[in-house]
């Protein structure tokens, strides 16, 4: 029986198809810190070489001849391990593949061969083998779902002692600190991504990072985290009241995009549009802001005018699993990611069985966006300015969750972890 790394490279080597050229996918080496003498940033090994590999070993080179039947083609070169290495990082020998000393011998014999570099430190956005095990990653295997499992019951724990600790005063940077916290105390091995907490104003900013701002009474509190669990990394955003509850016009807001984030995790179902989801939420917030009185347009025309990137200014979501963005871009065939809805979608392709993706519509009042004297003239007739004034108080409503794409139903694996 073929093991999982069996699978995947059987796999990946189909994908690649009649290539004769010999491949090499890099992990990467360590980053040094500026200013930092021998200090280095945290090593993080490229997903191909991981998903290959299963291991995390820096400087490490997997190859690929596929003229070689042994082996399916593949060899492993790892650099060795020295006495040094042992005493300061604790490192031991693998026990297995080829020194990385004999690479260079191994290319040698076979010269004249293209050579193409996959994986850290070659940019290699154009190269049709790129794409190609890009396509081979998407579909989740049974391996990889055990691990987001992990990763989401880790993120769970998170966000259960974020609803605990939120009180009046709290600051964003210690909330931070309870949510990370919980994620390692519940088997996390390290965090997907940089915890973004916003209250209030800072709700809006997407990438919010916690800082010394209290929390208030009457804002709300916007939280996107996820916890990683051997590189495969949950990703989930919740918006939450603050103390004293949320007013009236946060509560509607809030019952909008929920309603929307539900009806684009029920659509993610093989062979739609990824830009089809991105719409679906970019519709269902129109239609909702066209009800409060805030836009004068039809939905319909608010997309087609672009209107509603005023408010919902960032993609419906992308693709998630070994790293926070796994394998997302483009489908087969098809060029640069395209504009849509006035923006664009981290994703240009079909959803296809075994995909794991993240879906995320919100709602966000900016000033930036809104007080723009260039916005106000050009959606003069889609927008309300005078209803808008009514609900200008700064501020971002935003609902995620990661959802497996199957051959039936979707599934949330990010259900219980409440809106």
Request: charged letters at 25%; hydrophobic letters at 40%; glycine letters at 12%.
């Amino acid at each position: 029986m073929e093991t999982t790394l069996e699978m995947r490279r059987v796999r990946t080597a189909a994908a690649w198809g009649d290539t004769n050229d010999v491949i090499l996918v890099h992990a990467g080496g360590l980053i040094g810190r500026p200013g930092g003498q021998d200090q280095c940033y945290p090593f993080r090994v490229h997903p191909h070489f991981r998903w290959l590999t299963g291991l995390s070993v820096r400087d490490a080179v997997l190859a690929f001849d596929p003229e070689e039947g042994e082996s399916g083609g593949w060899t492993e070169f790892f650099p060795s391990v020295t006495a040094l290495d042992t005493v300061w990082e604790g490192l031991l020998p693998l026990g297995r593949g080829r020194a990385l000393s004999e690479l260079t011998s191994w290319l040698e014999a076979r010269h004249g061969r293209t050579i193409t570099h996959l994986g850290a430190g070659y940019d290699t956005t154009q190269s049709p083998l790129e794409q190609k095990i890009l396509e081979a990653r998407r579909p989740k295997d049974e391996a990889e779902l055990i691990l987001m499992h992990r990763a989401v019951v880790a993120t769970a724990a998170g966000f259960a002692a974020a609803r605990t600790a939120l009180r009046a005063g709290l600051t964003e940077r210690e909330l931070q600190i309870e949510i990370e916290t919980a994620f390692a105390r519940s088997g996390a091995t390290g965090v997907a991504y940089d915890t973004i907490v916003g209250f209030g104003p800072t709700s809006a900013i997407f990438h919010a990072e916690p800082g010394s701002r209290a929390l208030a009474i009457g804002e709300q509190v916007l939280i996107d985290a996820g916890a990683e669990v051997d590189g495969y990394c949950a990703d989930v955003t919740r918006t939450l009241p603050g103390p004293g509850g949320f007013t009236s016009q946060q509560e509607e807001l809030l019952a909008l995009l929920d309603g929307v984030e539900r009806a684009c995790c029920l659509a993610c179902r093989p062979g739609v549009e990824w830009h089809e989801i991105h719409r679906i939420a970019a519709r269902g917030i129109a239609q909702g802001l066209r009800d409060f009185g805030i836009l004068r347009c039809s939905a319909e025309e608010a997309l087609e005018t672009e209107a509603i990137a005023l408010f919902f200014p960032h993609g419906v979501g992308h693709l998630v699993g070994l790293g926070v963005r796994d394998a997302s871009g483009v489908g087969p065939g098809r060029g640069p990611k395209r504009r849509y809805c006035g923006v664009t979608p981290r994703c240009d392709l079909k959803l296809e069985p075994g995909f794991l993706v993240t879906v995320e519509p919100g709602i966000y009042f900016i000033p930036a966006l809104l007080n723009d004297p260039a916005n106000r003239e050009k959606y003069a007739t889609q927008v309300d300015w005078e209803t808008l004034g009514r609900w200008l108080v700064p501020g971002g409503f935003r609902i995620e969750d990661d959802i497996l794409v199957t051959d039936g139903e979707p599934i949330n694996l990010t259900a219980e972890i409440p809106h």
